[in-house]
């Protein structure tokens, strides 16, 4: 049985980023940067106002000026500064000479009845002025390969026309869910059924991995043959990953390992010393990876976030989530076991010191946990925790 580290060993081997693409800026929320953004120009380009105000010269004190036109956002500036004496009205963004300019905000002048004298209240500065270049320079980087792009990111490219990055493509993913006692969501189940969850499940969790589900089915029976045929049509698709949920076990319906050996696939793993989530099976063809998760929705839950999230980072081009030092909270109360433990847990945050409260859950089929899991508290093999321990972040 191979350790949760020596797993991760191996499935960083296997993955490698997939393809590179460039498309438009509204279709990038979410993915992997793949390559370097850098300025096209200087930001800003110009000098341009802080505030909404008047423009008068650097040499000019407070008192009596002559007011002689204005500068929109968006025009050119002037040459020069005014002449001592004048003034400029400007608007916020409006652009500046590059000397001898000085502002003075709208509220810290009044104008005279006739619109044509004002009078400065407070001696003009330049300190509301926005430099050119004072953000960054032609050429500097201001995006680095291997960043998500959030909607910060986005605006900042749209902002240098940067319209169609190169960024990695999402990972497309096939899904068999087996179990003939599953029935599905909106069904009232019979003796003996049970609710699809798994489905539901996997689905939110590719979505907040920005991965795309392709492919999905759901086999209503557990004949080796049904599973089979599924499976079949799954590696028919343009699939990166396919993920097969229940029969990794080794019961008498559990025929994931033996199909995929079948159909060509190398079988890394097919089970992992961690609790939830023993019955694991990772497997490889020729770069398309699977994998065959316990059917148990805790455990499902565990193993996606430990093994397939990893892999899902790993194709996108980034790194995986990493593990977070954390204090486990006082009174918490733990089971240790001869696997690793993954324990579904929230941050109970005290002051300035992080501190992890452990949820409480009865088995790997225990749901009741998943709504309020904030990450997993990592309890090594037959040992109780010390009071500092380690946290996978889930959200």
Known sequence: MITVSELWTRLDSLASPLPAERIPL????????REPIRAPEDQ???????????????DQPAGLVTLEGGIQPGAPSPATAPAPGTALR????SALPPENASLIMQEDTKLSDDGHRLHLLQPPSSKHIRRRASQARVGDTLLPPGQRLNAGALALLASIGATRPVVSRRARVAHVVTGGELVAPDQSPLAGQIRDSNSTLIAALLRDADADLNWHRRVKNDARTATADALAEALSTDADILLISGGASVGDHDHTGAL????GFTLHCDKVASRPGKPFIAASREGRLAFGLPGNPLSHFVCFHLFVKRVLARLAGT???????????PRAE???????????CVWADEGAQRRVLPLPWRDSSDLT???????????????????????????
Request: charged fraction near 20%; aromatic fraction near 4%; glycine fraction near 8%.
């Open 319 to 329: 790194e995986p989530t990493s593990l977070v030092r954390a204090t486990l909270a």
């Open 26 to 33: 509204t279709s990038v929320q979410g993915r992997i940067l």
């Open 369 to 395: 946990v998943l709504g309020a899991a904030e990450g997993l508290l990592r309890i090594p093999a037959s040992a109780s925790p010390g009071a500092e321990v380690e946290v996978l972040p889930c959200r």
């Open 334 to 344: 733990l089971r240790p076991d001869s696997r690793e433990t993954w324990w579904p």
């Open 44 to 58: 800003p380009p110009f000098d341009r106002s802080a505030i909404d105000g008047y423009l008068v010269h650097a």
């Open 260 to 263: 995929l050996v079948s159909l």
């Open 90 to 93: 400007i608007l916020t963004g």
